[in-house]
């Protein structure tokens, strides 16, 4: 079992930046995929931006490259994600899971959840 509690999120103008984190507990093992989603009002869960537990190697959704940087910290069980140049469209709550297979960009490849943190840009 895996428990993940998100924090970092708030409100923000246009612009600004929000670290979020992730902490994990419970085993992560290496072939574990840490993957960052978020979810605005009428849409969908999408993938933002994730790394590969063991290896450290990232992925990152269109929308975030550039722009976003994810990142973790092993000794402290948590992951991170750097958001830069926000802009309003990036609205929405963002929630952290954990796919112990690999990486992957479905929301329903993942078997753990956090409860999400909400993320506001103002214009």
């Known amino acids: 079992q895996v428990q993940l509690v998100e924090s970092g999120g708030g409100l923000v103008q246009a612009g600004g930046s929000l670290r979020l984190s992730c902490a994990a507990s419970?085993?992560?093992?290496?072939?574990?995929?840490m993957g960052w989603f978020r979810q605005a009002p009428g849409n969908q869960r999408e993938f933002v931006a994730g790394?590969?537990?063991?290896?450290?190697?990232?992925y990152y959704a269109d929308s975030a490259k550039g722009r976003f940087t994810v990142s973790r910290d092993k000794a402290e069980n948590t992951v991170y994600l750097q958001m830069n140049s926000l802009k309003p469209e990036d609205t929405a709550v963002y929630y952290c899971?954990?796919?112990?297979?690999?990486?992957?960009?479905?929301?329903?490849?993942?078997?753990?959840w956090g409860q999400g943190t909400q993320v506001t840009v103002s214009s």
């Open positions: 899971a954990v796919d112990r297979n690999g990486y992957s960009t479905l929301h329903s490849s993942y078997e753990y």
């Open positions: 419970g085993r992560l093992f290496s072939s574990s995929f």
């Open positions: 790394i590969r537990w063991g290896v450290g190697n990232t």
